[in-house]
Each structure stands twice: as C-alpha cells, then as structure tokens.
C-alpha cells in the first residue's frame, strides 16, 4: 500500500544542472500535482495534470516543465537548475483528498 | 497580501491544553477548507475538510469557519505530544487549493 512515492529523496545540483523528479501513485487517481515548500510560502502549485495526457500551469511554473507519462506517473523536469528552486518538493494526486508523497530535498550550489 | 494568512508560530502549549489554529483569507469565493497535517520530514495529510460555514467534530478535532469574517480555526482539544506537528490551512473555489504557511505546533509532555 505505497499510495505517492517520490525518487529521489534528497538531490544536490550544480547550477544550470539538469533533473527529474519522478512521482507515481498507486490509488487509481485521475489528477497529480507538483508543489513546492518554501519556509513561511506555503505549499505552491507548479503544474497539475487533470488526467492522463494532460497538463497545466499552476501559480509558479517558470523554470520546470512536467510530463504526464501514463495514469501511475507524473515527472517534473528542471533543464536548468537555479540556487533559487531549492526547495522541498512534493508531489499529490487525487483532488479531494489530495494524497502527498514525503518528498524531494532539492539544494541547488 | 497573500491570499491565506496564516501565523507561522512555534506555538509551544502543554500537553492535555487546548489548542487553537487559525487562518484568514481575502478571497470571499473560497467554499471548501481544509486542514492538513505534515510531520517533520513528511507529506501533509488530510486531517479535516469543511463546507462552507458551521463547525465539524471529529474525535478531539473541530474545525470552524466563518465565512462572513473570512476565519477558520482548527481546534484540539486534550493535546497529546502525537499532535506535535505542522497544521496547513487550504482552501479552494474551484480547482486550486490555496495554502496558508502553516503553524508549528509543540505539545510539551
């Protein structure tokens, strides 16, 4: 009973490094979700898939691109990696209610 | 001014005390609110969802909105140092959640 598993767990880049960030669920659910976690920012929204082969831009999406690989995955990409999207990532799926996985620590030198 | 206003803490209380969470927000549209919460190093996790204005109970946990003073509140009552976490307020009108920054909460035994 995984529900959202995220890989990797922690990662260190150098800048203008790329990476993606893999997310799968195991719930059945139609929708998935990339946030990011800043101190004192909150949970925001990066991009959003609605259902397979689908996505959209959430309220901070410059600099990540995401790909809808099947219903299971949702990836998130940085091609070029900038010290400020370090950060705490999680993805989620389902809308109401939303399931998180534990995270990727991303440091960014 | 962000959208969920929410006060970062820590709010350090005893264990068995009543806690008290709470959130404002400025957009009058949101109707569902939600209270999530995340453990060091984890996802959040849904703890209470409401619609609308009115309380709800579940075990030592009510939530409250008040929609025509745009607060919610989360409850906890005989606090147990289990509770030691941070509490996310969300809210939505249509398909985004809104996040508020989360308090962090300390249950000393």
């Known amino acids: 009973n995984a529900g959202v598993t995220q890989t990797p767990k922690f990662q260190v880049l150098k800048t203008g490094q790329s990476m993606t960030l893999q997310c799968a669920q195991d719930?059945?659910?139609?929708?998935m979700y990339w946030y990011r976690q800043d101190p004192g920012m909150g949970l925001r929204l990066i991009y959003y898939?609605?259902?397979?082969?689908?996505?959209d831009k959430g309220e901070v999406p410059n600099g990540y691109n995401v790909s809808r690989l099947n219903k299971r995955e949702f990836s998130l990409r940085l091609e070029s990696a900038a010290p400020s999207q370090t950060s705490v990532y999680f993805c989620?799926?389902?809308?109401?209610?939303?399931?998180f996985g534990d995270g990727t620590r991303l440091s960014i030198l | 001014q962000k959208e969920v206003e929410q006060d970062p803490g820590p709010l350090s209380v005893p264990e068995g005390a009543i806690v008290s969470l709470n959130c404002t927000y400025s957009n009058s549209a949101f109707q569902y609110f939600m209270w999530y919460r995340q453990y060091s190093r984890k996802g959040p996790e849904l703890l209470m969802y409401t619609y609308s204005s009115g309380n709800k109970e579940d075990g030592r946990f009510t939530a409250q909105v008040d929609k025509s003073s745009k607060y919610i509140s989360l409850f906890i009552r005989d606090s147990q140092p289990s509770d030691s976490a941070t509490y996310l307020c969300a809210m939505r009108s249509n398909y985004q959640l809104i996040w508020g920054a989360g308090t962090k909460l300390i249950i000393k035994p």
């Open positions: 898939s609605a259902s397979e082969g689908t996505t």
């Open positions: 719930m059945n659910h139609n929708s």
């Open positions: 989620a799926s389902n809308n109401q209610p939303q399931h």
